[in-house]
Nanobody
Framework: QVQLVESGGGSVQAGGSLGLSCVASGYTFRPTCMGWFRQPPGKEREAVATFYSGSGSAFYADSVKGRFTISQDNARNTVTVYLSMNSLKPEDTAMYYC???????????????????????WGQGTQVTVSS
């Protein structure tokens, strides 16, 4: 069972930057697809960005394209996934969650509006607050 531990987040003014990190461990097979999701107050959780390690491909929600960057470092027994967030807007305010996506195929890792990804594990979440 993969364990995910997030760090980073916090409060920032609009236009600022923040970074999130997530360390995945305890897996038998290294997750092929890792992602960041967010849940604004009173709204459903949504995919923000995913990273498919098979090809090094990154996918983004339209709302964050050009502002957020997902990346991944693989160590022997851990995977660290990063989310760099620039030009933050008040509408980016949410609880952000790291997740391992249950898929071996690139098609199962893409971010498509309205489609739910098959998640095998969630992190505990970290708050990001952007003030205007």
């Amino acid at each position: 069972q993969v364990q995910l531990v997030e760090s980073g987040g916090g409060s920032v003014q609009a236009g600022g930057s923040l970074g999130l990190s997530c360390v995945a461990s305890g897996y038998t097979f290294r997750p092929t697809c890792m992602g960041w999701f967010r849940q604004p107050p009173g709204k459903e959780r949504e995919a923000v960005a995913t990273f498919y390690s098979g090809s090094g491909s990154a996918f983004y929600a339209d709302s964050v394209k050009g502002r957020f960057t997902i990346s991944q470092d693989n160590a022997r027994n851990t995977v660290t996934v990063y989310l760099s967030m620039n030009s933050l807007k008040p509408e980016d305010t949410a609880m952000y969650y790291c997740a391992a996506v249950r898929t071996w195929a690139l098609a199962g890792c893409t971010v498509v509006a309205g489609r739910r990804l098959d998640i095998s594990a969630w992190g505990q979440g970290t708050q990001v607050t952007v003030s205007s």
